[in-house]
């Protein structure tokens, strides 16, 4: 009984312990993102988001390719030779 009348403290305790303050980096970040260099927003964050975009592009460029072929071979009526 003794254990359950002292959870509330261990709790208590548990939540008011200090947390290590992490910068703040927004406003860092939203500088990089709002600077006019010419560049569209999903590839201001650096050479993972062009990498990123380029692999993007690839497979949505090959999968529509692919899926094209499928469609024309379907279309195309089969020789009875």
């Given at each position: 009984m003794r254990?359950?009348?002292s959870v509330p403290r261990l709790a208590?305790?548990?939540f008011s312990t200090t947390v290590?303050?992490?910068k703040n980096?927004?406003?860092?970040?939203q500088k990089v993102f709002l600077e006019?260099?010419?560049l569209p927003v999903h590839i201001k964050g650096g050479?993972?988001?062009v990498?990123?975009?380029r692999l993007t592009m690839t497979i949505t460029l090959a999968g529509t390719a692919f899926s094209c072929y499928w469609l024309?071979?379907?279309c195309m009526p089969k020789s009875k030779a």
């Open positions: 254990h359950l009348l208590s305790r548990a290590r303050q992490m980096k927004v406003p860092d970040r006019d260099n010419g050479t993972t988001d990498l990123l975009y024309l071979l379907a």
